[in-house]
């Protein structure tokens, strides 16, 4: 399903072109259910596919509906996979009632550089274009929850460099830099947040996920942070670790506190 039906914002900007798209995994509810949006990792620069629908399916067998965002990654740059990524969510809201899913119930998550692109989206966001020709375009950006894997926050001292390049250029600017180093951009209305991550991460420093924990903390945004104590980066469902994998078991249970997961028919 693409993003955008007519002209894609930015469409023509590089020679090497990609139209944005999602895959749903809709599940068949009894009343409006709740969805999550999966943004594969890749460094900004690919999508990876064992963080794509495997993690839709998962979320499917716990109630949950999933729509796998494949964004746009360089050669496009900031702001398209953002764009990509609030495009999405206003999409998911148009369709909400044709869907049966419930509109204040749609959340966002990511791994790595997605999990960027998610805690973006979940501090960069507004509620919509009434004005807009485009009803989509009418629909509040705003994720409900938000769920990062091993996320990229920082572009500072614990910044993934590869990351930052893609989405920024070489050398990025320093207004932008800031902007996305995201520990600086929670707000009052950044949404619930689980986030995971393994202590000795070698690609992406745990720091980047305590650095947005106590963003949040500092706003009183309700959060629930696990660090397990050793693992690669890139694990995914981390089905080769049995330790790690536990990851899943407790953001289900997390889901059930706020009230995303639903019934499904049969």
């Not at 993003?3 to 469409?11: A, R």
């Not at 050669?75 to 869907?99: F, G």
């Not at 500072?156 to 996305?180: D, M, R, T, Y």
């Not at 980047?208 to 890139?234: C, D, M, W």
Request: charged content about 20%; some cysteine.
């Amino acid at each position: 399903m693409k993003l955008w039906e007519g002209n894609t914002p930015g469409y023509e900007s590089v020679d090497d072109k990609f139209e944005p798209y999602m895959t749903p995994y809709i599940l068949n509810h009894d009343e409006p259910g709740s969805a999550v949006l999966v943004l594969p990792g890749g460094g900004y620069v690919g999508r990876a596919e064992h963080e794509g629908e495997p993690i839709a399916l998962w979320l499917n067998s716990v109630g949950v509906s999933a729509f796998v965002v494949q964004y746009r990654v360089n050669p496009y740059q900031h702001p398209y996979p953002l764009m990509d990524a609030q495009r999405a969510i206003r999409l998911v809201r148009h369709h909400a009632e044709e869907w049966n899913l419930d509109q204040e119930r749609v959340g966002i998550l990511g791994f790595s550089a997605g999990g960027h692109l998610a805690a973006t989206a979940s501090t960069h966001f507004d509620d919509g274009d009434l004005e807009a020709e485009d009803p989509v375009e009418r629909q509040s950006s705003r994720p409900n929850a938000s769920i990062l894997c091993y996320p990229v926050i920082s572009f500072g001292q614990f910044g993934h460099v590869g990351s930052l390049h893609n989405l920024l250029g070489e050398p990025p600017e320093a207004e932008l830099k800031q902007a996305l180093s995201l520990e600086f951009a929670v707000k009052p209305l950044t949404p619930p947040t689980f986030l995971w991550h393994t202590a000795d991460d070698a690609a992406v420093p745990v720091e980047n996920s305590f650095l947005y924990a106590s963003a949040l903390r500092k706003l009183q945004i309700p959060f629930e942070l696990h660090v397990f104590p050793t693992g690669r980066h890139g694990l995914g469902l981390a089905e080769e670790d049995s330790v790690v994998a536990k990851w899943t078991e407790l953001c289900e249970i997390w889901l059930s506190g706020i009230g995303f997961r639903t019934v499904t028919k049969g």
